[in-house]
T-cell receptor
Framework: DVKVTQSSRYLVKRTGEKVFLECVQD?????MFWYRQDPGLGLRLIYF???????EKGDIPEGYSVSREKKERFSLILESASTNQTSMYLC?????????????FGPGTRLTVL | KQEVTQIPAALSVPEGENLVLNCSFT??????LQWFRQDPGKGLTSLLL?????REQTSGRLNASLDKSSGRSTLYIAASQPGDSATYLC????????????FGGGTRVLVKP
């Protein structure tokens, strides 16, 4: 079974703090994704990565950056957290170009910025 | 631009009744369609993936159909149980969205004992 894990289920941070959200997958997937989910707005793609050290902007990249130094790990970074970044953050992974591209999600991180 | 709609937003049925969940999309040039389940405060669990060349997929009590020409997919859950209570989301991967997933808003299902 594919397993996607996220470093924290719940996080509380203060405005201006630098925040790291970590995601690890154990199925050698090439593609990894970061989404945020908000009531009434659904799931929105922040960033994604097709390979190590590769990154592409999604629909709402402002205020975020990412890092993919190893194939299994994809980190989302909030350089200076703001209250409007309070949200549920979901990581996902899928096989690359030759695969079915079924996306598998982690359990989510509920981030609150005070 | 791809848009995905799920109607109704919420549904309540008595236990044992079959569930029918709808998903519609505006651009029929899709690569695949995926159905997910989400429990409150949790991540998404993949239920079924239908490739664009397929008409349906089945897994246990779940059956999903795909009609690309009309831009619709339907998820059927037979003999519903209280444990089926959750939000169900569909998502399509399409060229119109740059090969990324476009999600519907979800249908929140309550199965009453």
């Amino acid at each position: 079974d594919v397993k996607v894990t996220q470093s924290s289920r719940y996080l509380v941070k203060r405005t201006g703090e630098k925040v790291f959200l970590e995601c690890v997958q154990d199925m050698d997937h090439e593609n990894m994704f970061w989404y945020r989910q908000d009531p009434g707005l659904g799931l929105r793609l922040i960033y994604f990565s097709y390979d190590v050290k590769m990154k592409e902007k999604g629909d709402i990249p402002e205020g975020y950056s990412v890092s993919r130094e190893k194939k299994e790990r994809f980190s989302l970074i909030l350089e200076s957290a703001s209250t409007n970044q309070t949200s549920m953050y979901l990581c996902a992974s899928s096989l690359g170009a030759s695969g079915r591209k079924e996306q598998f999600f982690g359990p989510g991180t509920r981030l609150t910025v005070l | 631009k791809q848009e995905v709609t799920q109607i109704p937003a919420a549904l309540s049925v008595p236990e044992g009744e079959n569930l029918v969940l709808n998903c519609s999309f505006t651009d029929s040039a899709i690569y695949n369609l995926q159905w997910f389940r989400q429990d409150p405060g949790k991540g998404l669990t993949s239920l079924l993936l239908i490739q664009s060349s397929q008409r349906e997929q089945t897994s246990g009590r779940l059956n999903a159909s795909l009609d690309k020409s009309s831009g619709r997919s339907t998820l059927y859950i037979a003999a519903s149980q209280p444990g089926d209570s959750a939000t169900y989301l569909c998502a399509v991967r399409s060229r119109a969205a740059g090969n990324k997933l476009t999600f519907g808003g979800g249908t929140r299902v309550l199965v009453k004992p």
